[in-house]
T-cell receptor, first 111, second 110 residues
Framework: NAGVTQTPKFQVLKTGQSMTLQCAQD?????MSWYRQDPGMGLRLIHY???????DQGEVPNGYNVSRSTTEDFPLRLLSAAPSQTSVYFC??????????FGQGTRLTVV | AQRVTQPEKLLSVFKGAPVELKCNYS??????LFWYVQYSRQRLQLLLR??SRESIKGFTADLNKGETSFHLKKPFAQEEDSAMYYC????????????FGQGTELSVKP
């Protein structure tokens, strides 16, 4: 059982480049989300989805886009990378009742 | 506003000492509270949740609605408890939306 698979593990981007962080889950959860983890700030919600075709903004959505065409996949797109987006990104899939399952994280550096 | 506060960035104790990681929350309603843990080089995972009232790896946490707290406790810390701990809140009828605290790094010294 793979759970939540998140790729890539590491990425270095130049300012202005775009990229997509991939996230897939095989638990048939309706709710999925993306967080960024920064020192001293905990995990902050970027975007979330309550099911295929439905997405909404979290606490820090600027500079990021998401889509949810299937229950399994929830990619996060950085439109034009900025140094302020240097962070560790986590995808999560949550089952009814609230337990979240996290991906292994993507360490992104924007230079 | 929904908010979770963990006042300690770093907590350092010796093996065998009691440990308490503090968590306070702000929420108008009946929240669900969780503790998540991230060991070195591993992904975040659920440690425990208030509605289950169970002890995991010797840790317990009691929801105190009067003080709006959900502190995590363990009577005798072990070196393998060294990790990053996050307190999180989910509001009723909010599906899986979680609000996290800033995190507390627990370091257990031999």
């Amino acid at each position: 059982n793979a759970g939540v698979t998140q790729t890539p593990k590491f990425q270095v981007l130049k300012t202005g480049q775009s990229m997509t962080l991939q996230c897939a889950q095989d638990m048939n959860h309706e709710y999925m989300s993306w967080y960024r983890q920064d020192p001293g700030m905990g995990l902050r919600l970027i975007h979330y989805s309550v099911g295929a075709g439905i997405t909404d903004q979290g606490e820090v959505p600027n500079g990021y886009n998401v889509s949810r065409s299937t229950t399994e996949d929830f990619p996060l797109r950085l439109l034009s990378a900025a140094p302020s987006q240097t962070s560790v990104y986590f995808c999560a899939s949550t089952r009814p009742g609230g337990e979240a399952f996290f991906g292994q994280g993507t360490r992104l550096t924007v230079v | 506003a929904q908010r979770v506060t963990q006042p300690e960035k770093l907590l350092s104790v010796f093996k065998g000492a009691p440990v308490e990681l503090k968590c306070n929350y702000s929420y108008s309603g009946s929240p669900e509270l969780f503790w998540y843990v991230q060991y070195s080089r591993q992904r975040l995972q659920l440690l425990l949740r208030h509605i289950s009232r169970e002890s995991i790896k010797g840790f317990t946490a009691d929801l105190n609605k009067g003080e709006t707290s959900f502190h995590l406790k363990k009577p005798f810390a072990q070196e393998e408890d060294s990790a990053m701990y996050y307190c999180a809140l989910s509001g009723s009828n909010q599906g899986g939306k979680l609000i996290f605290g800033q995190g507390t790094e627990l370091s257990v010294k031999p």
